[in-house]
């Protein structure tokens, strides 16, 4: 994955992040920031699936932005969410 391509993500996934939080329910623990970091790991997770449902490749050389990237990109940050309130719950 080249520079830009990473850089494209993290801009992507802190738009990803603040959907994410907008979009689930309840309160969230850790405020916008961890929000956005989330949604910055979403990104990147959605990224790689886009691009493996697109090219067949776990190769990823660079990060095609593209709807069904950013739509697996907010799903990837609702359950990056997800799992982090459950272990926020659990401390």
């Known amino acids: 994955m080249s ?3 990473i850089i494209i993500w993290v ?3 802190i738009i990803v ?3 994410a939080k907008a979009i689930y329910p309840g ?6 920031l961890s929000a956005l970091i989330l949604g910055i790991v979403g990104s990147f997770v959605g990224g790689t699936i886009a691009t493996l449902i697109t ?5 990823i050389t660079s990060a095609g932005l593209n709807i069904l990237g950013i739509i697996l990109s907010v799903v990837g940050a609702l359950i990056a969410i ?7 719950k659990a401390t």
């Open 3 to 5: 520079l830009l391509g």
């Open 11 to 13: 801009v992507v996934g």
């Open 17 to 19: 992040g603040a959907i």
């Open 27 to 32: 309160h969230q623990r850790g405020g916008w």
């Open 55 to 59: 090219t067949g490749s776990l190769t």
């Open 82 to 88: 997800f799992i982090w309130q459950q272990f926020a």
